[in-house]
Structure formats: structure tokens, C-alpha cells
């Protein structure tokens, strides 16, 4: 059973940093994709960003720039951090890892950006 945990997250004012970690527990495929999504309230999941096994990345317009993701496959663990941040990136944020014939989801972590 694979589990996923964030930590991380918490309130910061706007044009701070925040950096978001989430440990996989349990037998994962290393060569999976990792990523952050996130949902504010009263809207859809969307992406923010995502790193394959090899490094490479994909990052959302609205944080591109700003936010940098990361991954230790050693350590079964992928970071999220976020500077410069805005009140528009208050979500709860939901780690991602998926691959062929399978998908977890962590249970998110709360990040609030006070103006």
C-alpha cells in the first residue's frame, strides 16, 4: 500500500516562501511522475507542477517563475518550493504520483497567503 504524505504547508504573507514536501511510503515505481495540483475553494484541482523520474518539468503559467519542484528518488520524496507568493495561491495543495496502471494522491496540505 503506497501512501503519500505532505508537510509543509502553513499561513505566510504575500511575497513569501513556503516549501512543500511529500514523502511516498510503501513499494513505488521510481520511474513514475510526480506532481503538485492544487484547489482553491469553489474551484476545480488544477496543476501546478510535475517532474518525471529523469528531472525533467512542467510547471502551470500562473506559477511558473515562482514556484520549483524537485524530487529525491533515493528518498522517495518530492518538494515543492514556492517563493514570491500571492493570496491567489491559497489552496490545498495535493501531491501526485502516477505511472503506468496506477495513481496516488496524498491528502493535501493547507497553504494560505494572507495580503
Known amino acids: 500500500q503506497v501512501q503519500l504524505v505532505e508537510s509543509g504547508g502553513g499561513l505566510v504573507q504575500t511575497g513569501g516562501s513556503l516549501r512543500l514536501s511529500c514523502a511516498a511510503s510503501?513499494?513505488?515505481?521510481?520511474?513514475?511522475?510526480m506532481g503538485w495540483y492544487r484547489q482553491a475553494p469553489g474551484k476545480q484541482r488544477e496543476l501546478a507542477a510535475t517532474?518525471?523520474?529523469?528531472?525533467?518539468?512542467n510547471y502551470a503559467d500562473s506559477v511558473k517563475g515562482r514556484f520549483t519542484i524537485s524530487r529525491d528518488n533515493a528518498k522517495n520524496t518530492a518538494y515543492l518550493q514556492m517563493n514570491s507568493l500571492k493570496p491567489e495561491d491559497t489552496a490545498v495543495y495535493y501531491c501526485n504520483s502516477q505511472g503506468i496502471g496506477f495513481a496516488y494522491w496524498g491528502q493535501g496540505t493547507q497553504v494560505t497567503v494572507s495580503s
Open positions: 517532474v518525471t523520474s529523469g528531472g525533467r518539468t
Open positions: 510503501g513499494t513505488i515505481d521510481n520511474r513514475n511522475l
